[in-house]
């Protein structure tokens, strides 16, 4: 297999301690269907565990590995990933998660069918810790069927995108780098949400990846600590101090500012994020 110096997609998976699920999420990236031309890019973040030993049983030259040797944190990860993607679109997957064989077969015709779409994503596959399918699908706003759109306004309700199963032109990542520090809790709502300002998303009605409820997940362990309160707030604060530039969108957007303030997750009255066995 030969690498290119300009692929088709990038795969980003930031990675600290993790190394029992990795192999997972690798295996289901290398086993994608078709000839797809990609590149997959592991940052280890000064893992402590046995990430670099893993790394190295996998021998493909499609995948770049970048070690730091100290823990710089999600978000410095995050930015680093994207910085050093190349491909026209780009993929970010957790360690602890994985896709279907079909993930970039379903995809990316889409963006060749709609040129205006930006990000394209589907339904997500709950597992457990050893990797068994314990809820078959979660989606619970599109109703069984495709769609393509606007979603800002819903998605400054609920974070309902999984964000394994998400991929998006390189140019739309853009409106969302570099992720700020402040968003370190919810930095894949808050990239959603960026791109959701000017593009339109289309939703596929298929489990495309499989999301990893386990003790350690990055939700399970913040959601009880309420760490993410922050981050939420710091994002809608900054969303609704800006104009989007669709005056429309800025009217509906405006119209929608107390509903969606007094329904914030702080007062305890609604799901507001993707929550593992939801």
């Known amino acids: 297999m030969t690498v290119s110096s300009d692929p088709l997609v990038s795969f980003v998976i930031p990675c600290y301690n993790y190394a029992r699920y990795l192999p997972d999420c690798l295996n289901s990236i290398l086993a994608q269907e078709g000839e797809y031309d990609f590149e ?6 000064g893992s402590t565990d046995s990430t670099q030993i893993v790394l190295q049983t996998f021998s493909d030259p499609r995948l770049r590995v970048i070690t730091h040797s100290v823990n710089r944190g999600h978000i410095a990860t995050i930015n680093e990933g994207f910085q050093q993607a190349r491909g026209r679109f780009i993929a970010r997957i957790d360690p602890d998660d994985r896709y279907r064989p079909y993930f970039l077969s379903t995809t990316l015709e889409k963006f060749d ?64 780098l570099p992720v700020p520090e402040a968003v370190a809790f919810e930095d894949d709502w808050y990239c959603t949400l960026m791109i959701a300002r000017r593009y339109e998303f289309y939703y596929i009605d298929r489990v495309l990846a499989e999301y990893r409820v386990h003790p350690n997940n990055w939700h399970a362990r913040a959601v009880p600590q309420k760490l993410e309160e922050s981050s939420i707030l710091w994002i809608l604060d900054w969303i609704f101090r800006k104009t989007e530039i669709d005056p429309e969108l800025e009217i509906q957007k405006q119209k929608a500012r107390k509903r969606i303030w007094v329904s914030l997750p702080c007062t305890g009255s609604q799901v507001f994020w993707f929550r593992d066995g939801q």
């Not at 997959?40 to 973040?45: L, M």
């Not at 339904?123 to 809820?135: E, K, T």
């Open 40 to 45: 997959i890019i592991v940052i280890d973040d």
């Open 113 to 176: 069918q709609y040129p205006e779409v930006g990000l394209v994503y589907g339904d997500a596959a709950l597992i457990d810790d050893c990797g068994r399918v314990i809820v078959e699908r979660s989606d619970r706003v599109h109703g069984g069927r495709d769609f393509k759109g606007n979603e800002f306004l819903k998605l400054l309700e609920e974070n309902f995108i999984c964000s394994p199963t998400v991929i998006a032109r390189r140019e739309a990542w853009l409106q969302a």
